[in-house]
């Protein structure tokens, strides 16, 4: 193996001499085969999250660290809980068949949601021994292990045996892609632990603090099998998995504790690993004496593997740097042109444009703005890079035989075509037919006139959504949400209607007054017809005070039949009231709506007139100047 690897070092040296500027291209590579081990489980040695691997990385020493947290009720007593676990711990392989680990864990458990605010701030510590040994040409490897918790107390306890617990275990593995192109290996744990945690159970320990500390009254036999996938893209490894744990507690009543742990662990660089999974709890005992399992618990960890042999990258390293030395060798005199696409403004790359050269096909910019021409002749050239919404760039370059030409155009973007404005034209009208002197103004505009004796008007507007307001003397002040496409006239009349004699609303410090209640028809949201002048005279008030600039419409319930379903029609009559205000032509933006169904009443729910006092809607200012 050490001939083989010296050769393809010395192979990717003299390449390189070779291709001089030509980079090196990386692709993506199904295959496992010949995947180094790299990467350590939680608790300890080589493997995948809380399933070990039977195959050992010979003189290899791993380090890394975990995070892990779950936020969720009901896993003990009461409240909310809130767990984070850290890990760090280290793995030595002194030789081939025999490897050394020593993890240190810290848990906080947290009930910020209960009474009692319960808090645990947990360290404990796992020794650990694992021997194995391979068959069928390093495709098969078995072996069996002896850990060792050493639990919270053990540091000050005494004796310092107290609560120790030792378990004994067998591992399997077997890597699919040494025996067929399939890159999956499998990983099957099997151990029985001798829990002494409950040597500092007193007897009223809860499960809260039993899932702080850990503690399992019962002997367990704990089953794990992993599946994991082994891929490479480029020279970076990806490796998805899934694992299964069963920790059958002996002698206990109720469901075992079991798990599923989907993940994956990617290799960025050589002997650095980064995992990210999930653990599910799929089966949570309850039973007393049992440690619960959490709902689900999101993982982190980040780890560095010394001595790690990444030979899968440097061989496709070595594929394509022989590939580019044939290339070069047959095409001696030609080059290359490469570069970037960016926009002016923002130096962001852009994607997509059209690169032309004369005599040659065009071709377009990649995802990251890159692009490159192989086999071009050397000399004078010219560049034409388009793409839509920008001005066409021409640029220049001189390219030498054999060599590379750096090309990186600059696009400029294309000013915004506006889209053609619409027109609106009308008269203002009263009741009696006849034409009105108003003021007529588009709001989101800034614009505002004075129509004529003939009571006409017409405005350019930018086309979509606009508002409008007329006001007039002796009239209520009247609105209209108008909707425009580009070009289009519209015509638009308003009939403004007298200020009444009654006044039925008074605007309030904190809400608008109204002295008739908004009516609907029994157990709906359809506003009634004899509601119409009420909503009329609150829309030309909202309309005359710009000071307004929110107003939340309120409904309301007496607590006759259901709480949930009086929620909802409360809020339906709230929205509805809304509605009919919007198309009064007060803006959106200065009106909301919302229900209380029977929360706020201000009769007595017990008397018909009491709940007809509840019975109604509400304006109240939310901002005004």
């Known amino acids: 193996m050490r001939r083989v690897n010296g050769w393809c070092f010395g192979l990717v040296l003299l390449s390189f001499g070779a291709v001089a500027a ?88 947290d009930q910020p949601a209960s009474a009692l605010r319960t808090y645990y701030l947990v360290n404990d510590a796992f020794l650990r021994f694992k021997a194995s040994y391979t068959l069928l040409d390093g495709a098969l490897a078995a072996g069996g292990e002896l850990y060792l918790r050493l639990p919270p107390p053990v540091f000050r306890a005494n004796p310092i045996t107290l609560g120790l617990s030792p378990g004994l275990g067998g591992v399997v593995s077997y890597d699919a892609s040494k025996k067929s192109p399939v890159p999956v290996v499998l990983h099957l744990n099997t151990s029985f632990f001798f829990d002494n945690s409950a040597d500092f159970d007193d007897g009223t320990t809860g499960q809260t603090r039993r ?111 022989v590939e580019k030395e044939r290339l070069v060798q047959a095409k001696s005199t030609r080059g290359t042109v490469k570069g970037i696409v960016i926009d002016a403004a923002t130096k962001q790359p852009i994607a997509d444009a059209i690169i032309s050269m004369k005599g040659r096909s065009r071709l377009l910019s990649e995802a990251d703005g890159t692009f490159q021409l192989l086999d071009v002749e050397p000399g004078p050239l010219v560049l034409t890079v388009t793409r839509q919404g920008y001005a066409t760039r021409e640029v220049a370059g001189t390219l030498a035989a054999a060599g590379t030409v750096e090309l990186n155009p600059a696009l400029s973007q294309l000013p915004p075509e506006p889209p053609a404005p619409m027109t609106i034209r009308g008269t203002v009208f009263s009741e009696d037919d006849k034409p009105v002197v108003a ?16 009571g006409d008007y017409e405005f350019t507007l930018a086309s979509g959504e606009q508002s409008l307001e007329v006001a007039a ?153």
């Open 211 to 321: 899932l702080a500390l850990d503690i399992t009254t019962f002997n367990q036999w704990r089953t794990g099998l992993g599946v994991e996938a082994r891929w490479r893209l480029g020279a970076i490894g990806v490796r998805p998995f899934v694992e299964y744990t069963a920790d059958v507690a002996l002698g206990a009543p109720g469901p075992v504790p079991m798990r599923v742990i989907p993940g994956v662990r990617v290799l960025p660089w050589r002997g650095l690993f980064v995992d990210g999974l999930v653990e599910i709890g799929v089966s949570r005992p309850t039973a007393r004496g049992v440690a619960p399992v959490s709902p689900w618990q999101v993982m982190l960890s980040l780890g560095y593997q010394t001595g790690v042999d990444d030979a899968p990258a440097r061989l496709e390293v070595v594929e394509r740097v």
């Open 473 to 625: 003397t002796g009239f209520m002040t009247q609105g209209k949400r108008v909707v425009g496409r580009p070009g289009e006239a519209l015509v638009i009349d308003f009939v403004l209607k007298p200020v009444p004699k009654q006044a039925l609303v008074v605007l309030r410090k904190e809400k608008i007054e109204i002295k008739k209640q908004v009516h609907f028809a029994t157990a709906s949201d359809v506003i009634l017809p004899d509601s119409s002048p009420l909503l009329d005279q609150i829309a030309s008030l909202i309309l005359e005070n710009d000071r307004l600039k929110r107003i939340r419409v309120e409904g309301h319930t007496d607590d006759q039949g259901d709480d949930a379903y009086n929620l909802n029609l409360s809020d339906r009559r709230a929205k509805s009231v809304m509605r009919a205000l919007l198309e009064r032509g007060v803006q959106s933006e200065r009106i909301g709506a919302v229900g209380f169904g029977e929360t706020k009443p201000i009769g007595d729910n017990k008397k018909p007139a009491g709940r007809a006092q509840n019975r109604r809607v509400e304006f109240m200012i939310e901002a005004q100047e």
């Open 22 to 109: 030509e980079p090196v291209e990386v692709v993506a590579r199904g295959s496992g085969a010949g995947e180094p081990e790299v990467g350590r489980s939680h608790l300890g040695g080589a493997g995948l999250a809380r399933v070990r691997s039977a195959f050992m990385a010979p003189r290899a020493l791993s380090v890394s660290a975990t995070a892990g947290f779950f936020r969720a009720p009901g896993v003990s007593a009461g409240g909310l809980d809130e767990y984070r676990t850290t890990l760090v711990g280290t793995s030595f392989t002194p030789l081939s068949w025999l490897e050394v680990s020593m993890t240190l864990r810290s848990t906080i458990l």
């Open 439 to 454: 003021t007529i103004a588009a709001p989101n505009a800034s614009l505002s006139k004075k129509t004529g004796a003939t």
